[in-house]
């Protein structure tokens, strides 16, 4: 018999692989930048995806500082790691699209750097969240960074705007419309609307597996005592 | 007791508490000259301009640092004294408490950064004039990041290998008013050829003035 977890990761793992063939075989190439442009409708989608993960984990934490609750601290450290996961790929989407488009796989450019802080600021809640001995503590503690690290989404999404930098300005939000082909912009909300679907979901299932490894440890410790 | 005669107690006893502990007022300051003269012994002689551009980097480099002792250890006295368990039974402002310790941090960063550029100006004579225009962008990254610092001593303060957190977490979320910082200094070394300095201090500003807002919110949560 299928799980329940197996029936999810087909269906949404499958509308995310249907997006990325689209993206392969029916959207046409770039006018500029060729076929290397393709990575647009990967790079974009998770970069979303790890926003929104941080958004979920500004919302748990305000939820948490509101009504303290040992669900919503967890639904906090299951958005923290699967958005490291997403900024861990959209650093790498990024730099496999670099080289080809800006010549360098790694330049310390204001977008690029402002998400790789993200992704440092992601690492240091988990240590932060192991370093704190007592539950109560650590739901304030970490709720409150969890807010703290939310408010770096608007300096990594205002930054291409505010600093001198080499990656594009905002294509798709932005006055004057957006600037690509009708087509392609909607295989790339099919793709972003998709990938944030299954991040929202991935974050569904590791908070299930923190619950029930808690729910274990609990368990063990009561037999032990 | 109000939060306003709170404030004023606290951010006294504060400062007398600094003047006792002379050492804790001394080290930052003495951590910056020593790191200010190093760079210069050891630095090679440049052109003007780029010479100018190093300068921006010792300074900011070396006050950042000094900022960041006076950060970390900004809760020890009170650990030392039991404030944190005093509190629970004496009922102070959250309020009160984050802008005594916000005023005596800015009072001691203002410290630093006045001794970094007497030196400077000692070490680098043709260059006062320019030395002296950073005092402004460097003030304001100092008033934007001694909230966020309060905040994230406070909430390392009860947390397993405090000294290793702390940086981690100060580093990359100063990273942007670093930046701001910089760059303001930049255009004020290449006489605004790279742009007007005025929306990078209004940013500054701005950010001061957010995080400022967003950590004494967080802190009267943490310590409620």
Known sequence: ?225 | MNAVSQFKTLFTFGLKNEWRHKERMFTPVLFSLAVILLFKFTSASFSEDIEAKIMIGQILVTCFLALQIILQRTFELDDTDGVFTLIQTYRISPSAWFCAKFANIVLLGLLVIVVLLVCMNVLNPGQSELIWMFFVPIALAVLALSPLGILLSALTAQANGRQILFPILYFPLSTPVLISSSSVCLQYATDNAVGSPSAWLGLLVGMSIIFFTLCLLLFAELVD
């Open chain 1, 1 to 225: 018999m299928v799980s329940k977890q197996v029936k999810g990761l087909l269906l949404w793992g499958s509308l995310v692989v249907v997006g990325w063939l689209l993206a392969l075989f029916w959207v046409p190439p770039d006018q500029s930048q060729g076929e290397v442009y393709r990575i647009l409708y990967l790079h974009v989608p998770v970069s979303f995806a790890a926003f929104f993960s941080a958004g979920v984990l500004c919302w748990h934490s305000i939820q948490a500082l509101i009504k303290p609750n040992v669900g919503a601290l967890l639904s906090q450290r299951a958005a923290v790691e699967v958005g490291l996961v997403f900024t861990i790929l959209t650093l790498a989407t990024g730099s496999i699209w670099g080289k080809p488009t800006w010549g360098v796989w790694w330049t310390w450019d204001a977008r690029v750097t402002t998400t790789l802080i993200l992704a440092v600021l992601f690492a240091s809640y988990l240590i932060f969240y192991d370093a704190i001995p007592s539950e109560l503590g650590r739901m304030k503690t970490c709720s409150i960074l969890g807010i703290v690290i939310a408010a770096d989404i608007p300096i990594i999404y205002k930054s291409v705007n505010w600093w001198r930098t080499l990656h594009q300005p905002q294509t798709i939000i932005r006055s004057g419309g957006a600037s690509m082909s009708s087509e392609m912009l909607y295989l790339l909300i099919y793709c972003a609307i998709t990938m944030l679907v299954f991040g929202f979901w991935l974050i569904r299932q590791r908070r299930h597996t923190l619950i029930l490894s808690k729910q274990l440890e609990e368990q063990q410790l009561s037999q032990f005592s």
